[in-house]
């Protein structure tokens, strides 16, 4: 299982643990993570999972296709460098430990 830590607004922190395979947004949700919303499902249609990963793992991320660029544009928290869609990390061994930042609100 894949460890990830996510520090919320209030910056409390929940881990959560998820399959090699699945997305963050799954682990989040399978959790019951509050802080991710994902209206639709990880279909790439809402911005609902939008995370601030942390600077030290950015790089161990492929980067973002041009529809989640775009969908980001669509996020109720303000977009950093560092926003990513959930639904959209696909955890694997290397992501063990990976920590993201959730925002304020989803809406």
Request: aromatic fraction near 4%.
């Amino acid at each position: 299982m894949i460890k990830i830590r996510l520090i919320n607004a209030d910056q409390s922190e929940t881990e959560v643990s998820g399959k090699p395979g699945d997305s963050l947004m799954k682990a989040a949700v399978d959790a019951g993570v509050s802080g991710i919303a994902a209206d639709c499902g990880g279909t790439l249609t809402c911005a609902t999972c939008h995370v601030y990963v942390d600077a030290a793992w950015a790089d161990k991320l492929p980067a973002p296709i041009a529809d989640e660029s775009d969908m980001l544009d669509f996020a109720a928290a303000p977009v950093q460098p560092e926003s990513r869609l959930s639904c959209q990390i696909v955890l694997t061994p290397e992501l063990d430990g990976l920590v993201v930042k959730l925002p304020a609100t989803q809406y």
